[in-house]
């Protein structure tokens, strides 16, 4: 039987335990975004296995506590048509998927909901289509670089 100071220290023990572990459990919303990538491309980083990646740090996902934040994946090969729901990353300030030229198809009009974004580079990669309008709706965005591809029109002002 324990002495009751060993107990209060295996007490104070599992509650920081879970503490931790739902600190670490990446936004249930952000997960979903994350898997929907996952299912929609190929070649991904092969430790993109789980179920919790900021929990599990999957390779150019950067979380700031529970939400996703930065996707930086240039250059890593990946191959795919579908952004999968990638507008229901409201946290993400980042996204680069630079040089990967199997990615390919139409930018979605839904980008325009990632209100916090940053930064969006898509150099060297294979998009095409009109650029969508919405993207002149991120008021935070501060670089865009989208050459190398074969976009029509103008960046929306």
């Known amino acids: 039987m324990l002495e009751m100071g060993s107990r209060s220290h ?9 503490i931790l572990a739902i600190l670490g459990q990446t936004n249930s919303n952000d ?8 299912s ?7 430790n993109w296995e789980g179920s919790d990646p900021c929990g599990s740090s999957w390779a150019g996902i950067i ?8 996707i930086k994946l240039s250059g890593m090969g990946l191959e795919g048509n579908q952004f999968g729901d990638l507008s229901s990353l409201t946290a ?5 998927l ?15 909901n990632l209100k916090n ?7 060297g990669c294979s998009f095409f289509g009109p650029i969508p309008e919405s993207i002149g709706s991120l008021q935070q965005l501060v670089f865009i670089s989208l050459t190398s591809n074969s976009f029509t029109g103008p960046i929306p002002p």
Do not use: E, H, M, Y
């Open 10 to 18: 295996v007490f104070l023990l599992i509650f920081v335990s879970q």
């Open 31 to 38: 997960a979903t975004a994350l898997f929907s990538l996952k």
């Open 40 to 46: 929609s491309w190929n070649n991904l980083p092969p």
């Open 63 to 70: 979380c700031d506590n529970s939400r996703v934040t930065s």
């Open 92 to 96: 993400l300030q980042i996204l680069d």
């Open 98 to 112: 630079s040089n990967n030229v199997g990615l390919k198809g139409t930018l979605p009009p839904s980008i325009g």
């Open 117 to 123: 974004l940053t930064t969006l580079i898509l150099v």
